[in-house]
């Protein structure tokens, strides 16, 4: 009979249901269910399969034996990787996330490219992946010329100098309150923009102090996410400026761009602005200068030929769309991004407040990361200390950051990232539902139980009588890996989320219908054998989504 390769999935009829035996029978010409009989009696005789029958126009409903499953729990136990492989392993994939600006305080529309960002790298990295992070940050342009001059024509103190991160917010909307409506300053900005651009030791040192105090900054609010990123992984705009010129010139060499109105530009011929003209990718300006297109070209450009990628990821909100396409087309015409690399855009969705409309103060201004975090803190302080009101000091402090950062990250990634999603820090928090919270308090629990056994969970007797919540609990924790290879096909962290709340979930049953501690002999030690694999498989699964687990809420 012809090779065949059915695909095994999770069914609300059997402990799975192979559904390729249909695509096989085109292809044979022949009856469904007939080769459907003939996969099952086929099966072999191994004490594995309990109850194999034909099911539907072609399906084929598999149960297994208590001994298979009592054996998979075995293997589970016995490996510090719970079933876990390697698949990424000889894989270097450079992800690009994060990316805020210099002398700008982060946002919350920073957020989910950072959060999203390290958890694929988390996840890649545990499935034996090389993975290189990027922190494209913006530390080049006309910006910095506006308010280094502005630095060196105001010498005195700014409004709350207070030597932080503020002072150079205050300045930025200073300096740019200034070139909006003072040519001559716009001019002068624009000459110190030269003056970096040529090395100018003044305006260089100027510039480095910028890039140094906004950096400080930065570690501080990673170190609050508790996210991966450190200096090191930080490449900005300005590494790429040397690389530029000589961009321009292979891309117009090669053919890929043209001049059009005194511009370089690459044209595309299924992409036209609203009054139907081509809408290009501009890689030089008319006055000579690069925009951020190009910095982007010498940046994919040098991940392949000197990082040697196999694989590109830019986790970067979904309207940049249009500007990767464009990147990724240029690139590939050119030769620098080769048919063997994937080049995605890993597009996410915007933060909504509690009205449903982009996240602002109530003035009108964009959410200060930091203020977003520090209210999730705080809030989640209020829940830890009416649920352990033993808990003080520096403990607590600990304990609401582990809960409140982790409601933030949860939120986030348990929604699928092309979709908008709503902040609301009261659901968030909620010990019962798809939170964050309630994943932790189930991971607590089962260390609780485990410590009030005192061991016991290291034999399990495969010669055991399972009951369907102990059946249902060791299937839903052999997904776990599926689960991990399904998260980086699509680059989806919110699939990891589900997995996790539905296990939760699945344990909270096997809990209620089969007593452990009150249960005796092999029937107890299987039990806790259970609880053990599903801790780790929560703490493991929280970890890659950077979210701390707690033994005690």
């Known amino acids: 009979m012809a090779d065949l390769a059915p695909q095994l999935r999770r069914s609300a009829h059997a402990d799975f249901q192979a559904d390729g035996v249909l695509a096989a029978a085109r292809t044979l010409r022949r009856n469904p269910r007939q080769v459907a009989a003939e996969v099952v009696a086929g099966l072999p005789d191994d004490g594995l399969v309990a109850s194999a ?34 698949p990424e392993t000889g894989v270097t994939t450079v992800i690009d996330y994060s990316q805020p600006n210099i002398a700008k305080e982060m946002h919350v529309g920073h957020l989910r490219s950072t959060i999203i960002g390290d958890a694929l790298v988390r996840i890649l990295e545990h499935l034996g992946g090389t993975v290189v992070r990027r922190n494209h940050i913006g530390d080049w342009g006309t910006q910095f010329g506006m308010l280094i001059q502005y630095q060196v024509e105001h010498p005195e103190p700014a409004p709350d ?61 990673y170190d609050r996410l508790g996210v991966r990123l450190t200096d090191a992984d930080t490449v900005g705009e300005s590494a790429y400026n040397a690389a530029l010129p000589a961009i321009a010139d292979e891309l117009e060499r090669r053919g890929v761009a043209v001049t059009s109105d005194g511009a370089l530009c690459v044209f595309f011929d299924d992409l036209r602005g609203p009054d139907g003209e081509p809408s290009p990718l501009i890689v030089r300006k008319r006055d000579g200068g690069f925009g951020y297109a190009a910095t982007d070209l010498a940046a994919l450009r040098q991940r392949v030929a000197e990082l040697h990628a196999d694989r590109l990821l830019y986790v970067v909100d979904a309207r940049q769309a249009r500007h990767f396409r464009m990147v990724f087309d240029t690139a590939r015409r050119a030769g620098w991004l080769p048919a063997t ?15 449903g409309r982009p996240f602002k103060t109530r003035a009108g201004d964009t959410v200060r990361l930091v203020d977003l975090l520090t209210e999730a803190v705080d809030r989640a302080r209020e829940v ?55 994943l932790q308090y189930a991971h607590a629990r089962v260390r609780s139980i ?30 776990f890996a599926d689960t991990l290879a399904e998260v980086v096909a699509g680059h989806e962290p919110h699939r990891l989320c589900g997995y996790l709340y539905r296990l939760a979930q699945t344990f909270t049953t096997f809990y209620e219908h089969s007593p452990v501690l009150r249960a005796t002999g092999p029937q107890r030690a299987n039990r806790l054998a259970l609880c053990h694999l599903t801790g780790d498989t929560l703490r493991t699964g929280l970890h890659l989504l950077g979210i701390p687990t707690p033994d005690h809420l």
């Open 161 to 221: 100098d207070t030597g932080t991160m503020g002072r150079l917010a205050t300045l930025y909307r200073l300096a740019r309150a200034e070139f909006d409506t003072d040519s001559a300053f716009a001019d002068r900005a624009r000459r110190r923009v030269v003056a970096l651009q040529a090395g100018d030791a003044g305006t260089v040192a100027a510039w480095r102090n910028i890039v140094a105090e906004s950096t400080r900054y930065f570690t501080d609010v």
């Open 384 to 438: 830890v200390a009416a649920k352990n009101p033993g808990l003080t000091g520096a403990a607590l402090d600990e304990r609401a950051w582990q809960v409140g950062i982790g409601a933030v990250k949860y939120a986030d990634l348990a929604t699928n990232r092309t979709r908008d999603y709503l902040y609301d820090p009261q659901r968030m928090l909620a010990l019962a539902g798809n939170t964050g919270v309630y």
């Open 341 to 355: 690399v994937p080049a995605v855009h890993v597009a996410f969705g915007t933060v909504l407040g509690p009205d």
């Open 53 to 86: 029958v034909v099911a539907g126009p072609g399906f084929v409903n598999l149960d297994l034996t208590d001994r298979a499953l009592l054996a998979q729990l075995i293997r589970r136990l016995g490996d510090d990787r719970l079933g876990v492989g390697t």
């Open 450 to 479: 485990l410590a009030r056994a005192d061991g016991g969970h290291t034999t399990v007797d495969v010669t055991a009588t399972l009951e369907p919540a102990e059946r249902a609990l060791i299937l839903d924790l052999d997904a």
